[in-house]
């Protein structure tokens, strides 16, 4: 099975510009995570959805970050304006609730520099 | 809110040594509480964890770690430190809903 797949893997941009992250969850996971991981701060939970329902946004920096879950097999976290200090590595995570383990899989993760 | 604590940024252990990654928590009602591995340029992949039941966890690679209730600790070990066990260790507590929150990491490096 496929596991959580992220694009792009790698972004560099100039500050100002849009970006935008992708994420596909594991086939059949209903709940979906964004955490954005930097030396300083360690990892930090962005959003979450379930069932494609975004449950808890308050750890979205500002305005300028996004998130949305069209559809169960995609979702889209997109900043605009992206900032220098938005750089980071940003990682979704899905799991399944209903055999709910505590286990969140993981993708690779969307390493972002903003110049 | 939930959180957990990681004392050490780092943890030097030679080859074959017993090791322990330190964890705390601070939660309100019963901790649900996790350790997740996390290998250079990779996601972080699920190792242990407790829910309720025996205080000594068995997970993946080796790893254990003991709940401790009257200490608040969660402690990560192996019995013998391999060179591949060298990695990003990350404890873990259910926050809202499903989601969880992390601590800050603890690098682990193992000698030959």
């Known amino acids: 099975d496929a596991g959580v797949i992220q694009s792009p893997r790698h972004e560099v941009t100039e500050m100002g510009q849009e970006v935008t992250l992708r994420c596909k969850p594991i086939s059949g996971h209903d709940y979906l995570f964004w955490y954005r991981q930097t030396m300083m701060r360690g990892l930090e939970l962005l959003i979450y959805?379930?069932?494609?329902?975004?449950?808890?946004d308050s750890g979205m920096p500002e305005d300028r970050f996004s998130a949305k879950m069209p559809n169960a097999s995609f979702s889209t976290l997109k900043i605009q304006p992206s900032e220098p200090r938005d750089s980071a590595v940003y990682f979704c995570?899905?799991?399944?609730?209903?055999?709910?383990?505590?286990?969140?899989?993981f993708g690779e993760g969307s390493r972002l520099t903003v110049l | 809110a939930q959180s957990v604590a990681q004392p050490e940024d780092q943890v030097n252990v030679a080859e074959g040594n017993p090791l322990t990654v330190k964890c705390t928590y601070s939660?309100?009602?019963?901790?649900?509480l996790f350790w997740y591995v996390q290998y250079p340029n990779r996601g972080l992949q699920f190792l242990l964890k407790y829910i309720t039941g025996d205080n000594l966890v068995k997970g993946s690679y080796g790893f254990e770690a003991e709940f401790n209730k009257s200490q608040t600790s969660f402690h990560l070990k192996k019995p013998s430190a391999l060179v591949s066990d060298s990695a990003l260790y990350f404890c873990a507590v259910r926050a809202s809903g499903y989601a969880l929150n992390f601590g800050k990491g603890t690098s682990l490096l193992v000698t030959p």
């Open positions: 959805f379930n069932n494609n329902v975004p449950i808890d």
């Open positions: 995570a899905s799991s399944l609730a209903g055999a709910w383990t505590g286990e969140l899989f």
């Open positions: 939660v309100s009602g019963n901790p649900y």
